[in-house]
């Protein structure tokens, strides 16, 4: 089967397509033939050796996909051949055949795509952990969302929205903020104001959730922008610099800063991903989930898929198609 493969940790553009054997089946798993696979910032940090999960080389990267069931591996599986699903294999998706575990596959509903269905697992789970879970959203709330034009930002903007949020989007440029507002955003806001324009949006009151896959030198100001009780999500730090944080700050106004850590929570919860999959469908159904599609590569392209989120291009989630 053709499979990409990480056999240098040099970034992007080492990332190979090759001739490698098919996965063997183990007990309690589905053998899913993709069809297409989801890309993210963690792939691009894997292809440089600096995730926090660092397997062996070589390897084949891609932690979500969506595709059919070609075979499950016990009498007693939910899923049967020709089953349309979405998976989380965590490493192995960028190949026309991948073995995943069952509790990390999930039935897709016929009116959804392999393409949305490949964009939502990483983003869309991340997201209502991080909303749901760590920062306990209520309807009527304001929610600012920054890189609110990529995968991350954009699930934001949709699961915050369908949660009676008001959203401002924060952006980098006019091309970034059209496709905040394609995915809903109430407001959108350029980042180099966005501390002023959430305080005037607000009426002086400021933000009750930040929403933050960013970092760098805007996480003062994140802080600055909270309303009373308010809450930073810190999800990652697309932009490299990890900043700290001076505890007196949060003192003030009585604000939190909140880790987002989805997969050290369904990694000691297997259970708790099939819990948000049923809480994530009928918005899917509903329409109030519909992932932006920035881009779709060819498998054969999946250095340049990389490059895209790597090089901060990304207009919306980008795919590998593979079949």
């Given amino acids: 089967m053709r499979a990409a493969r990480v056999t240098v940790l040099e970034g992007p553009g080492a990332v190979t397509v090759e001739e490698v054997e098919e996965p063997t089946l183990e007990p309690g798993q589905v053998l899913i033939d993709v069809h297409e ?29 969506a595709g059919v069931v070609r075979r499950a591996g016990g009498a007693d599986s939910t ?26 596959v999930f039935p897709l509903p016929d009116s959804v795509s392999f393409t949305a269905g490949a964009a939502l697992l990483m983003n869309y789970l991340t997201v209502h952990f991080a909303l749901v879970r760590r920062g306990q959203i209520e309807r009527g709330e304001t929610v600012l969302v920054h890189g609110a034009a990529g995968g991350i930002g954009t699930a934001a903007i949709q ?14 440029s006019d091309e970034k903020r059209t496709v905040a507002e394609r995915s809903g955003a ?3 806001v350029h980042a180099g104001g966005f501390l ?38 810190v999800i990652g730090f697309t932009a490299g610099a990890i900043p700290e944080v001076k505890v007196n700050r949060l003192l003030l106004n009585n604000i939190s ?11 000691s919860e297997p259970g708790y991903l099939r819990t948000q999959w049923r809480a994530l469908v009928p918005l ?11 881009s779709t590569h060819p498998l054969e392209d999946v250095a340049a898929a990389l490059a895209e989120i790597d090089e901060r291009r990304a207009l919306g989630k980008v795919t590998l198609r593979v079949r």
């Fill in 257 to 267: 800063v909140v880790g987002v850590a989805w997969g050290a929570m369904w990694l």
């Fill in 79 to 104: 899923f049967q051949p020709g089953d349309r699903v979405a998976a989380f294999p965590m490493l192995g998706a960028f190949a026309e055949t991948v073995a995943v575990p069952e509790a990390m």
């Fill in 37 to 65: 696979a989801g890309v993210s910032f963690p792939d691009v940090l894997q292809s440089k050796g600096l995730y926090q999960m660092r397997p062996d080389l070589p390897f084949i990267p891609g932690a979500e996909c």
């Fill in 196 to 233: 002023a324009s959430a305080k005037e949006l607000t009426g002086g009151r400021g933000v009750d959730i930040v929403v933050d896959p960013v970092g760098g030198d805007r996480f003062t100001d994140s802080l600055r922008s909270l309303a009373p009780e308010g809450r930073v999500l």
């Fill in 284 to 294: 899917l159904e509903s329409g109030a989930v519909d992932p932006p599609i920035g």
């Fill in 186 to 188: 109430h407001h959108v």
């Fill in 159 to 172: 699961v915050a929205r369908a949660m009676g949020a008001r959203v401002i989007a924060v952006v980098s």
